[in-house]
């Protein structure tokens, strides 16, 4: 089934709830293993998204000052969020948070979805914000797109073998 390209008053962005925690895990294994595990189904990234995207990893983020988690819900269900750290700040260069996730189940992306998180998160914690994003993600292309800056290269192991990213920051109202 094919998505239908979602209305404005369908979409809602809003605060993320305890009731939202089952569907965040959810969109999380999935959109990490649609988008990490391009050579198959490893042990390793089923060990890593069952390590990390449990109820705890949500409740700690929904309820920690630190952070903050929009969703956006279409038609009822949770279909994307935004999860960012308000205290990270890339090489103490002045940013006022770290776009930590944006995830999109593949089917609602090209629909502005993810721009409306980023202008949601922009209009409530600040403009200037950094992430970054594997190299070989396809969300490089949008963050480019949206005019991001590239600051530089960040690189850590995953399964004894080194992941490359490109660093990006944003300074202007989306």
């Not at 005019?147 to 004894?160: E, N, P, S, V």
């Amino acid at each position: 089934m094919t998505a239908k390209k979602p209305l404005s008053y369908d979409v809602e962005i809003r605060e993320a709830r305890k009731a939202d925690i089952v569907a965040l895990i959810q969109l999380s294994k999935t959109v990490w293993l649609e988008t990490y595990a391009i050579d198959g189904i490893k042990h390793s990234y089923l060990n890593f998204v069952d390590a990390t995207f449990d109820a705890q990893y949500f409740q700690k983020a929904i309820n920690d000052i630190r952070n903050a988690i929009l969703v956006c819900q279409y038609d009822g269900s949770v279909v994307g969020y935004a999860l960012i750290d308000k205290q990270s700040d890339y090489q103490n260069t002045g940013f006022d948070y770290e776009l930590v996730r944006l995830y999109i189940l593949a089917k609602y992306r090209g629909f502005g979805l993810g721009r409306r998180l980023l202008q949601a998160l922009q209009k409530q914690y600040g403009t200037k914000f950094w992430l970054y994003t594997w190299t070989e993600n396809k969300s490089n292309q949008f963050y480019l797109k949206l005019g991001a800056t590239h600051l530089g290269q960040y690189t850590f192991d995953f399964d004894k073998h080194p992941v490359h990213n490109h660093v990006y920051g944003f300074t202007h109202y989306l």
